[in-house]
């Protein structure tokens, strides 16, 4: 079974400034697709980014981009250019092409943003 | 455009009475989930719906029931609701096929068993 670890509990950061969270996973497969949602306090989910595994170039999506490193089964987001409405929880996620478009997700990060 | 609805938000049980958590999506979605979501542990799926007739069993099963009643709704059920099962309900949807589909989720259900 895959498995998503997110080994910061909580993570802070200044307005402006960058922050990286963690995420790394475990799987058999060599094919397959990982997540970055935000959860702000609304509790709505929300796609952050995506990257599909067979692609060796790192997705972007204006501020944020992800560091995937496929053999040491590492995907971390970093977050540019801070703003306030960056605070939320973030949750990696995995999913198996095969596997009828189930997501495992990771325990989250809390994102705190200071002005 | 709705997306995935879910009601209600909020809901307050006593243990051992029932309910039924709502959900539909209009995106025309084959793919429906139910995920939990407790602290320290992210989202855990409940159960999912391929398609429309199918229904199986994610990680956490026990003391729920789904139907999947046309293409657009997908309920979940708990007979007999325990302390345990309090927790925040995600209802999301999305294509099925081998591409990197976005689920979409719905507002969630706040539920607090007593």
């Known amino acids: 079974a895959q498995t998503v670890t997110q080994s910061q509990p909580e993570m802070s950061v200044q307005e402006a400034e960058t922050v990286t969270l963690s995420c790394t996973y475990d799987t058999s497969e060599s094919d397959y697709y990982l997540f970055w949602y935000k959860q702000p306090p609304s509790r709505q989910m929300i796609l952050v980014i995506r990257?599909?595994?067979?692609?060796?170039q790192n997705a972007t999506e204006n501020r944020f981009s992800v560091n995937f490193q496929k053999a040491a089964k590492s995907f971390s987001l970093k977050i540019s250019d801070s703003q306030l409405g960056d605070a939320a929880m973030y949750f990696c996620?995995?999913?198996?092409?095969?596997?009828?478009?189930?997501?495992?997700f990771g325990q989250g990060t809390i994102l705190t943003v200071h002005p | 455009n709705a997306g995935v609805t879910q009601t209600p938000k909020f809901q307050v049980l006593k243990t051992g009475q029932s309910m039924t958590l709502q959900c539909a999506q209009d995106m025309n979605h084959n793919s429906m989930y139910w995920y939990r979501q407790d602290p320290g542990m992210g989202l855990r799926l409940i159960y999912y719906s391929a398609s429309e007739g199918t229904t199986d069993k994610g990680e956490v099963p026990n003391g729920y029931n789904v139907s999947r009643l046309n293409k657009r709704e997908f309920s979940l059920r708990l007979e007999s609701a325990a302390p345990s099962q309090t927790s925040v309900y995600f209802c999301a949807s999305s294509e099925q096929g081998l591409e990197a589909y976005e689920q979409y989720f719905g507002p969630g259900t706040r539920l607090t068993v007593t």
């Open positions: 996620a995995y999913r198996n092409p095969r596997g009828y478009g189930k997501l495992t």
């Open positions: 990257q599909e595994a067979y692609k060796q």
